[in-house]
């Protein structure tokens, strides 16, 4: 009945939410109102979503994405999918709080070097990787070393050691690509990272054949140091903070797609695109777009059309999630010649979209979206 209805004011006084998050969450179709007065525009809430506006508001508080909320609040019953949204956001939590740590960590040293100057001679770390691990970790994130003088910290690659991971991680602003290597470091796990120049890493990936053996890697101060079958180079590392690649890589993505990447190699090269200057240095790019409906069904669409042509049948659905990306930077992104599935992980238009190979979830590429001009 009318009068069990509850006030907006009411709702936020006995659920912890402000009357202007009410409205927001109304305007993102996540707790829409019970009646709307036509005349004044007043919201009113029935008794039974003060239960929702409780939990809507503790969801908030631990600072679940909108996405999630809607997809938590939205979930049916018993099929355990608001369960599985709260576990992925406590293990993004959880790999926040390590992140943090470590970042910690590494400040403490630093401010004991600042504070105490004379006894801050810089660590040796000495460790080994598996040559042919190694070998696909740098074809896998080499393509995205950037190349802007003006960014000079890009214009390597991170070597990050992490315990018992290397992890190679390379940018250029538009994309970035990571790649893990496992690793036997005498004397227990370590944390230490270097950016190995462009040079200096191709040069290393040259030594690695297939034949190769394990390759022994030491980071001593500002120098990188190289031994493999006999052979050994050294040069200096970058002398940069390398950006927090960590924060950049935890997406939260709305769809997940798997696809041969033949198929979608295929159909990227024979997809219709924009031309725009959405490239390095303000360069034209060839835009590409991918559309998602809420099927899962992947198309690639015209930037400037609605029309469907390439992977998938028929047309989307109207409202269907589309990004639109650099088709080359998508195609470097792909392994080469990889004849196996890959997923695409898309988070929105303006979201980075991530691709992945199953059965390895340290190595993958995340490609920025481009922003299509207003029509």
Do not use: K
């Amino acid at each position: 009945m009318e009068s069990d209805l509850r006030s907006i004011g009411e709702l936020a006084r006995d659920s912890g939410l402000s009357v202007s998050a009410l409205r927001f969450y109304d305007g993102a179709d996540v707790l829409a109102p019970a009646r709307v007065d036509p005349r004044t525009g007043y919201r009113w809430y029935a008794p039974e979503q003060l239960a929702e506006a409780r939990l809507l508001a503790r969801l908030r508080r631990v600072g679940l994405p909108l996405a999630g909320i809607r997809a938590v609040l939205g979930a049916d019953p018993g099929s355990g999918a608001a369960h599985r949204v709260l576990d992925a956001h406590l293990r993004r939590l959880e790999d926040g709080l390590a992140d943090a740590r470590r970042e910690l960590s590494l400040i403490r040293r630093l401010i004991d070097q600042r504070e105490n100057p004379m006894n801050t001679a810089p660590a040796e770390h000495r460790f080994t990787v598996p040559a042919p691990a190694l070998a696909e970790a740098l074809d896998a994130v080499r393509f995205a070393v950037g190349s802007d003088p003006e960014l000079p910290v890009l214009s390597g690659v991170l070597f990050d050691l992490d315990g018992g991971l290397l992890r190679l991680v390379a940018t250029d602003r538009y994309r970035m690509a990571l790649a893990e290597v496992p690793v036997d470091a005498p004397g227990g796990a370590a944390s230490a990272a270097a950016i190995v120049p462009a040079a200096l890493a191709g040069a290393l990936r040259a030594l690695l054949g297939p034949a190769a053996g394990p390759v022994e890697l030491v980071f001593d101060g500002g120098v990188v140091r190289i031994a493999v079958d006999g052979h050994r180079i050294e040069g200096a590392a970058l002398d940069h903070d390398y950006p927090d690649y960590r924060a950049l890589v935890r997406l939260d993505p709305v769809h997940r797609v798997g696809l041969p990447a033949a198929d979608l190699r295929e159909a990227l090269a024979s997809a219709p695109t924009r031309s725009l200057p959405s490239g390095p240095d303000g360069a034209d790019c060839e835009v590409a777009v991918l559309a998602v409906d809420d099927a899962g069904r992947l198309t690639l669409v015209a930037p400037d059309a609605d029309a469907d042509i390439g992977a998938g049948a028929g047309a989307p659905a109207p409202g269907a999630l589309r990004v639109a990306v650099n088709r080359d930077f998508l195609l470097e992104a792909l392994p080469a010649g990889a004849p196996g599935q890959l997923v695409l992980e898309l988070g929105g238009p303006v979201a980075p979209l991530a691709i992945r190979t199953p059965g390895r979830p340290g190595t993958f590429s995340v490609l920025m979206p481009v922003r299509l001009p207003a029509a």
